[in-house]
Every structure is written in structure tokens, then in C-alpha cells.
């Protein structure tokens, strides 16, 4: 189960996952960590905060995989393509970002630049959008619903 979380006011997503994996802690909900790092309080890896572990339905023992991320509210879009799509629509995407001089992960849409020994590398500072289809459209591929990733 794949979890991804913001807040619109971009502020109130920092220290939140903390805060909520002891919630689902302190409910039996979460069983096993797997991995835990934050970093929207220390500005690091784009402030996104980590949650891999293990969690069990009430009443039940059998543990399920869950990944809860946070983001930022200004690359959110970038996390919601890469955990909504299935591995096909997100190579799709990367490579095309990739054939139009960008770099597409779940962080951004970085351009590329061409370094030394002509290796292509990317640019430090991601384009701004607003949602997903907006990310789409810039690409020029066809807008999917995320329930319809899964081609």
C-alpha cells in the first residue's frame, strides 16, 4: 500500500509524518520499520519524509507492506506520477522527459545539461507545475487518469 501526503499550505506536511507513524504506532497499526528518515525539517533530499514498514489489519497478524511519503506541496505532482503509475506510464515518462532534454523523478523535472566529457547531467532546480496533467501536457503525452496508469 502506497501512501503519499501534503498540505496545501506548503508548511504543515513539515514534522507531520513523525508525529503520525507514533499515531499508527500507538494503535498496533504499524508492526515492523523498514525505513524511517525525515527531512523536511532539515531541508535535505528535497524535504521529503520516508516511512517504509510493515503494518497488520485490526485483529489480524498477517503483516502488508506500506510506504507512506510526504511531500512538499510544490513537487507533490512529481510524487503522485511516479507512485500512481505503474512502472510502464513512469519509464514512458522518463524517457520521454529524457528525449526532450529533461530528467523526470519523483521530485521534479529537472533540464539537462551537457557536462564535461559530454555526459548529460541534470540541472539543480526543477520546473514548477501545479498537477499532474499540467506535468503531462508539458511532456506531451497523453493526460491518464491514475486509475488508468495501468496499461
Known amino acids: 500500500m502506497d501512501i503519499i501526503i501534503t498540505h496545501p499550505d506548503g508548511k504543515s506536511h513539515i ?3 513523525s508525529k503520525y507513524v507514533n499515531h499508527l504506532k500507538d494503535m498496533n497499526f504499524l508492526r515492523e520499520d523498514l525505513v524511517f528518515s525525515i527531512h523536511s525539517e532539515q531541508g535535505t533530499d528535497s524535504g521529503v519524509d520516508t516511512y517504509f514498514g510493515l503494518c497488520t489489519y485490526p485483529g489480524r497478524e498477517l503483516r502488508h507492506r506500506i510506504d507512506l511519503k ?3 506541496k510544490d513537487i507533490y ?3 503522485l506520477i511516479h507512485w500512481t503509475g505503474n512502472d510502464v506510464v513512469n519509464r514512458r515518462l522518463r524517457i520521454l ?3 526532450k532534454g529533461f530528467r523526470l523523478d519523483d521530485t521534479g523535472l529537472f533540464p539537462a545539461t551537457h557536462g564535461s566529457g559530454g555526459k548529460r547531467v541534470s540541472g539543480s532546480t ?3 507545475f501545479n498537477s499532474e496533467k499540467e506535468v503531462f501536457d508539458f511532456l506531451g503525452f497523453p493526460w ?3 486509475r488508468e496508469r495501468n496499461i
Do not use: D, M, N
Request: hydrophobic letters at 40%.
Open 15 to 17: 514534522g507531520f509524518l
Open 144 to 146: 491518464l487518469e491514475p
Open 70 to 72: 510526504v511531500y512538499p
Open 77 to 79: 505532482p512529481f510524487g
Open 97 to 99: 522527459a529524457e528525449s
Open 126 to 128: 526543477s520546473l514548477k
